[in-house]
C-alpha cells in the first residue's frame, strides 16, 4: 500500500524543469511532500488536499488528482537547492473520510534530485 | 524549528542489549511519532502517540515499544537490539499551521553489531 514514486532518480542542470508523481493504489485523502537532503532530517514542502487546496510553500507547485489517485511535484527553474530526495507521504481515504486516526502517514520509497550547475 | 531534539544523536551497540532513545519537543504538541528509514524503504512508522500515556501501532512495530509520561517526551525503547534495526530513527511532531504536516527531528543513527 505504499505510494510509488517516479521517477527514481531525476539529474538536471540548473534552470531546468521536473515533474515527481506520486501514484497511489489506494484512494487518497491528502497528500504531503517532504524534501530531505543528505544526513539530514526530511523537510515540510506542502500539503494536497481533497478538493484541489494546496497548502505550504509558494515556489513549489503541485497537483493532486483525486480520481487517479495520484498526485505531482514541479520543481520549476530549478536552483541548486532544490536538490535532494523527495517524498510523498499519503493519508488514505475511506467513505470519504480520513482512513486512518492520528494523520498517520505512508511514505513512498522517495526521488532523488540532483541539480547540476 | 519545531522545537523538537532527539537523544543519542549517534550510537553504537551489541545485539541483544536493551537501546532507549529519547524524543524531547517543547511546544506542546498533542501527537508524536517514530519513524524508521531504511534504504530503498522511505520513512516507516514505528509507534505514534496521540497523548500521554496514549500510543499506537504503526507498520514495523515488532520489537519496538514506546512511553509517554509528559507531552514533552516519547521514548522508542528496542528492548533487545538486533542488526535489523540498525537504522536512521525520526521522531515527528504534528503541527496545524496548515493541515496536520509533521516536523521531523534531527534523527538519531542507531548501528546494532
Known amino acids: 500500500q505504499q505510494p510509488v514514486q517516479s521517477p527514481q532518480a531525476v539529474i538536471l542542470r540548473e534552470g531546468e524543469d521536473a515533474v515527481i508523481n506520486c501514484s497511489s493504489s489506494?484512494?487518497?485523502?491528502?497528500v504531503h511532500w517532504y524534501r530531505q537532503k543528505h544526513g539530514e532530517a526530511p523537510v515540510f514542502l506542502m500539503i494536497l488536499l481533497k478538493g484541489g487546496e494546496q497548502k505550504g510553500h509558494d515556489k513549489i507547485s503541485a497537483s493532486f488528482n483525486e480520481k487517479k489517485q495520484q498526485s505531482s511535484l514541479y520543481l520549476t527553474a530549478s536552483q541548486l537547492s532544490y536538490s535532494g530526495t523527495y517524498f510523498c507521504?499519503?493519508?488514505?481515504?475511506?467513505?470519504?473520510?480520513?482512513?486512518?486516526?492520528?494523520?498517520?502517514?505512508?511514505f513512498g520509497e522517495g526521488t532523488q534530485l540532483t541539480v547540476n550547475p | 524549528d519545531a522545537g523538537i531534539t532527539q537523544s543519542p544523536r549517534h550510537k553504537v551497540t551489541e545485539t541483544g542489549t536493551p537501546v532507549t532513545l529519547r524524543c524531547h519537543q517543547t511546544e506542546n504538541h498533542r501527537y508524536m511519532y517514530w519513524y524508521r528509514q531504511d534504504p530503498g524503504h522511505g520513512l516507516r512508522l514505528i509507534h505514534y502517540s496521540y497523548g500521554v500515556k496514549d500510543t499506537d501501532k504503526g507498520e514495523v512495530s515488532d520489537g519496538y515499544s514506546v512511553s509517554r509520561s509528559k507531552t514533552e517526551d516519547f521514548l522508542l525503547t528496542l528492548e533487545s537490539a538486533t542488526s535489523s534495526q540498525t537504522s536512521v530513527y525520526f521522531c515527528a511532531i504534528k503541527d496545524r499551521q496548515f493541515y496536520n504536516e509533521q516536523f521531523f527531528g534531527p534523527g538519531t543513527r542507531l548501528t546494532v553489531l
Open positions: 489506494k484512494a487518497l485523502y491528502s
Open positions: 507521504g499519503t493519508v488514505f481515504t475511506a467513505g470519504g473520510r480520513r482512513e486512518t486516526s492520528g494523520s498517520r502517514l505512508t
